[in-house]
């Protein structure tokens, strides 16, 4: 119990790394997200094809494997961004393809005539975009787009293997030092737990809330 | 770039990723079948109890869904055996996280499923004189199942992806032999440029295989 106690300065400080992580992960995820996700669903051929081939590319790997990849070919390929950053990309990598089918089903979700309507009364692409389906996508968006940012806290952990103090190696240091691995790593999981239960309400919750019957 | 490929090293410890890719099939494999069996038990089990059966079954899902899983896997084979006064093998540790990981998606899964079953059907089963186990054996099981097959597929290629986690504590799945080959070797974009699309291939393969089984066994309603 004592050690505990005395470990969560230390924890403290993890966590502030994860969370910095994620919140840097996550705003660059939604922006990359949401525009890749426009593009699959109404760019051309010639620019959604390389979109579609870079997110099925990047859902269809382990996150562990991508981390591993990107922290350790950087430098093999002589790029030196620093294992911080190496890591953060992969991370927000694998976190921009699964928004990107988030906003794409989203968008799909808003029945064709919206568009047509939007068109015969003379809108540009960007107004339509503006005013007519993103408004309209936002409740479809909301919900799955929460449960991203929860993949993004837990993939967080992952960081940890490539020597990123996050609340993850935080834990595992403090046991190095304790040996109390079962206290230690309950107070990790609870702490995750408060932030991505939190998280996941808050998409339950706005998800009932925007259910409405479809004609 | 002054980088020179030399693949000559993968081909030597091939084996490695080989047997590395059929263990982290085997273990999703495991994983699925174990999460099956947990969260078609649980959901029926839940099916018309009361709030304390409930609360329980909801604080296992919600724990298991909100906690990394690399964070349950460490916990489970080094923190519980710490005070429990026994050990397993990593092998075996990652199974029963991979399994109860998977039990607790399944759960929602199947709760869902039943809800999606058509009330008519069960009281079909009721007014030809069925057994309330009959009717869950003969008339829910296989409805759900063929609702549901869809959301198990998708678990278990997302399970495939997870056993890369089991690396960390050195099962000797794809990853690990990856990593494994790196280490001994660095020649890290060679074994990189093996291992994706290793298990690119076999995700999408599943994948198409599974969506031939969804169409099969689609339900067709009126």
Redesign the interface.
Known sequence: MTAMIKALPFLWQGLLVTLQISAIVVVIALVLGVLFGTALTYAPRWVAWPVRAYSDIARGLPLITLIFFVYYAMPALKVNVGGWWAAVSALAAFETAHVSEVTRGALQSIHPGQTEAGRAIGLTFAQRMLYVIFPQALRRFLPPWINTVVDTVKGSALVSLVGIVDLMLAVQQVIGRTFQPLPLYVLGAAIYFVINYTLSQLSRRLEARFAYVRE | ???HLNFAVVGRYFGRLGWGLALSLELAAIGIAAGVVIGLALALFAQGRGRVVRTLIAAYV??F????????V??VF???P??GGFAYSATTSFIITLSLYAGAYLVEVFRAGLDAIPRGLIDAGRAIGLTPWQRTAYVQAPTMLRIVLPSLSNAFISLF?????A??IAVPEL?YG??WI?TNTFR??EV?SV??PM??VT??TLLLLLRQLERRFALRRA
């Open positions: 770039m002054s980088y919600e724990f869904r909100n906690v990394p899983l690399i964070l349950l460490y916990l080094y923190g519980i710490s005070v992806k997870d056993t890369a986690i690396s960390v990853t990856a990593n790196y890290i974009i990189y291992v994706t298990y690119l995700g999408w």
